[in-house]
């Protein structure tokens, strides 16, 4: 059987916000990525999610530049608290704090 080598840098690019179409897509996504507890996978999830929304929008509502969020939640980026609320309401998502019992 004869196969044929792929060329890796044809191929195209994996656009995680392409896969976030739905609000509980979103969710359960950002969900998992709390779950895991890795802060710069938070932030990215955080930037797909607003790519997926209309980054254009986003900037639009937060009042920041959209080439300026786009950095804030790139690869290891370190936005400041007050951007990534900024974003958060703007997506529509409230992040709770969830009590797993008393600290004796």
Known sequence: MMTQ???????PEF???EQLRTDDDIAEYLTMVLEEGDT????????YIAKA??????AQQ???GRESLYK??????KPQAET?????KAINIDLRA???GSIA
């Open 5 to 11: 080598k792929i060329n890796v840098s044809s191929l």
């Open 15 to 17: 656009d995680l916000s």
């Open 40 to 47: 710069d996978e938070l932030i990215r999830a955080i930037g």
């Open 53 to 58: 929304r209309g980054m254009s929008q986003i």
């Open 62 to 64: 937060t009042g920041l």
């Open 72 to 77: 804030s939640f790139r690869a290891g980026a």
């Open 84 to 88: 990534i609320f900024k974003v958060l």
């Open 98 to 100: 969830v009590s797993h």
